[in-house]
């Protein structure tokens, strides 16, 4: 009997734990996102700029390149560029994504709807060079809440679960 009474405590520890190792992880993952993000704008613009590719072909290019929820919002909006103006497949691509990503950031990447496909190439770069400054604000704050909150979360999954196996005992 006591033998099992140990194994669930250490049972109710270990899983304690992982859930605040995974909830530090969010935040680690959403800089990693915006960090990605930020690479592939760096692609678009020069696709855009040098090889003068139609969107379609750069957003397939780019799908292929990046695996994961950000390459699929490139897909997914490829894909629906067959029916739809390329801004709202682009919409359509972020509003359906499984990202790490907050409501702040994928509303500065839906802005990008606004202009995407509408101008010229020279807009489009701007647009561009636009969101790249927005995505590396939102990198500065994501970095400042992991390095705040990462710590935190590991430390609470490990205080809750031994709390926890205090009390159970």
Known sequence: ?????????????????????????????????????????????????????????????????????????????????????????????ITNSNTSMNEEDLNILKNFEKLLGKTNVEGQLSEIELMKSYIDIQIHKAEEEDRRNEKLYKNLGIIVGLAIVIILI
């Open 1 to 93: 009997m006591l033998f099992v009474k140990c194994i669930i405590l250490i049972l109710i520890l270990s899983l304690s734990t992982i859930l605040g190792l995974a909830m530090a992880n969010k935040f680690k993952s959403r800089v990693k996102d915006l960090k990605t993000i930020r690479n592939i704008l760096n692609i678009l613009e020069t696709k855009i700029k040098y090889t003068y590719e139609p969107l379609p072909q750069i957003f397939d290019d780019i799908s292929k390149e990046f695996n994961g929820p950000l390459g699929e919002i490139f897909k997914v909006s490829k894909e629906r560029m067959k029916e739809l103006p390329a801004g709202e497949a682009w919409n359509y691509g």
